[in-house]
């Protein structure tokens, strides 16, 4: 018995094997080649291993199967030009011989669900079609499981193969869905008819049963075992993770203990359902790999870095926006205070801060920089009314909560009103400028890293699918042309008094690179101090080690300038 999982730990995201049995033994590297590693599966009969990598470190990713002993290593799908165009990410093992559930997404926008036997290089194309995403399939390869439909308006059907008819499952929104077995019965996350996400069966042709609900919590993820017998459901709980086991014959569930972290970032379960493979991490203790015993809740470290010798106080806090809607936020408070301090954003805008590992802030901490990881309206995690609360329009009320998240930490005794910066990157990069541009006065300083500064070019260059997909949220680049030049902060860069940290990739596809290079130009020709970081070799995200320590000390050093 093994556990497989990626890790950096030698400078770049690898695949590693953790051996279980026949005595103690190191984890090992498996060789798939110097592209960065972004996912793996192991196949139910223990022959082969699934594989996500990056060329180039963009993200047009590629799917790899290789042998657990690292030989027979074969491309199953992505792109393999450069510039590579399209993308390919594997859904599951379909638990039939050795045949993988593959999505490709191609330039024009469309996906293509894809059964790849990664022994004998068999492709069966099983759908197709714009905005959708394959998320099961039966055992017998006669049903499949499938959603349709851009953020926020997402729904599950069932089709029938090859090719057969769909049948809607339940309206939006839902987003992660497993099949049993036999593919009669959906297991879908769902808020459909409630604000949070729950758990529902869907038989097929049959009424919705809700297997598991909170109404103080979020269903964040779950994971079906092969028999269709156990589900491991792991729950949101004010951003920290709770555990329960979902008997799916009985139709009970029954919690497990609290995980030794504070957030499962990842959780599988093994063939038979007895185990539970996890990936978690907590402020003071970077990502572990663990095991689980679903039957009597012990937990067992496999891999991972120990905790830091000194712990790192996140302190969760609740405040109102000025139209009085609750906002929350961890809090690493420096000493003394108040002093310097952070206000930073999240991506998405469907994301949510949480109480994780990030060397940023204990190097922010370090310097005596406090920071408040804040969720502002349109973060996930506290139902869908809040997730909506953003959308279009209702925009510049997110941008107003940045001003409010300010307003708390000086009135609070935090922050030095005149020593205050934004941050955030992807979405929350975006939000930074828009702060930074609403409200110059507040902000002594901004960081952004890969956020949209025009949405009328941020729609021309991106993705096709995310364009598409983003529309519900961000609005119609063409019925909305109006409303999203004025949500474009690079239309009021004339406000801009904040020095501007700018950081990107330049092979990032989803905000790509001329977003970036509009910013330092315009922040540039009002004399601004600005200073431009540009990775050569990564996307959307930093993935190598040695750029994301630049990346660090870039953000310390320019905030120790002006902030500090």
């Known amino acids: 018995m093994a ?52 060329p180039g470190g963009g993200e047009h990713t590629q799917v790899w199967a290789v042998r657990p002993d690292g030989t027979d290593r074969r491309l199953l799908a992505g792109p393999t030009e450069t510039p590579a165009k399209g993308s390919a990410v ?75 008819d769909e049948r809607p499952l339940l309206p939006p929104t839902t987003d992660l869905g497993a099949l049993s077995p036999d593919g009669e019965v959906a297991y879908i996350r769902s808020n459909a008819g409630r604000d949070r996400m729950a758990l529902v069966a869907m038989p097929v042709g049959g009424a919705p049963q809700v297997i598991a609900e909170r109404h103080d919590a979020e269903l964040d993820r779950f994971s079906v075992s ?146 408040l990881a804040a969720n502002v309206r349109g973060s996930s995690g506290f139902g869908r009314a809040f997730l909506d609360a953003d959308n279009h329009a209702l925009r510049f009320h997110a941008i107003d909560d940045v001003a409010d998240c300010v307003e708390h930490v000086v009135r609070t005794g935090v922050a030095d009103p005149a020593r205050v910066a934004c941050m955030g ?46 529309v519900t949220e961000y609005g119609d680049p063409v019925a909305d042309r109006e409303l999203l030049r004025a949500l474009s902060p690079l239309h009021s860069f004339d406000r801009l008094a904040a020095p501007l940290l700018v950081v990107h990739g330049a092979q990032d596809t989803n905000v790509p690179v001329y977003e970036a290079e509009q910013v330092v130009a315009a922040a540039r020709a009002r004399g601004i101090p600005c200073r431009y970081l540009l990775f050569q070799d990564e996307g959307h995200e930093t993935l190598r080690k040695a750029n994301k320590i630049a990346f660090m000390d870039a953000v310390v050093d320019w905030l120790g300038r002006w902030v500090d």
């Open 3 to 54: 556990v497989a999982f990626v890790s950096d730990r030698d400078g770049s995201p690898r695949l590693w094997v953790q051996p279980l049995t026949g005595g103690p033994q190191e984890a090992h590297v498996i060789d798939t080649g110097p592209e960065p590693v972004g996912d793996v599966l192991w196949s139910p009969d223990g022959e082969w291993l699934a594989v996500t990598v990056s």
């Open 425 to 470: 990157r992807s979405y929350g990069g975006y939000l930074t400028l828009a702060a930074l541009v609403t409200y110059p006065e507040l902000f002594r300083a901004g960081v952004d890293v890969c956020g949209m500064a025009d949405f009328a070019t941020f729609y021309a260059r991106t993705e096709p699918w995310i364009a598409a997909a983003a």
């Open 90 to 164: 594997f859904v599951r093992w379909t638990g039939q011989g050795s045949t993988l559930l593959v999505a490709e997404l191609f330039p024009s926008g469309s996906t293509e669900a894809v059964l790849i036997d990664a022994a004998l290089g068999h492709r069966d194309t099983i759908a197709t079609g714009p905005l959708m995403w394959p998320t099961a399939v039966s055992r017998d390869h006669k049903r499949a499981l499938l959603r349709h439909g851009p953020r926020g308006m997402r729904e599950m059907s069932v089709a029938d193969l090859p090719f057969g």
């Open 226 to 371: 092969m028999d269709g017998s156990v589900a491991l459901l792991v729950w949101n709980v004010a951003g920290r993770s709770e555990l329960e086991v979902a008997d799916l014959i009985e139709g009970s569930t029954r919690p497990l203990p609290p995980p030794p972290v504070d957030v499962v970032t990842s959780a599988r379960l093994s063939l038979d359902g007895s185990l539970a493979a996890m990936a978690g991490e907590a402020p003071d203790t970077p990502s572990q790999v663990l095991l689980c015993e679903l039957a009597t809740g012990v937990y067992y470290w496999v891999a991972g870095d120990v905790p830091l010798p000194d712990p790192i106080e996140a302190e969760l806090v609740h405040f109102p926006a000025r139209d009085g809607l609750e906002l929350t936020g961890w809090l690493y408070r420096a000493r003394p205070s108040p002093g310097p301090c952070v206000i930073y954003l999240h991506g998405g805008p469907e994301s949510q801060e949480r109480p994780t590992f990030n060397p940023l802030f204990q190097r922010l901490l370090g310097t005596g920089v406090s920071v």
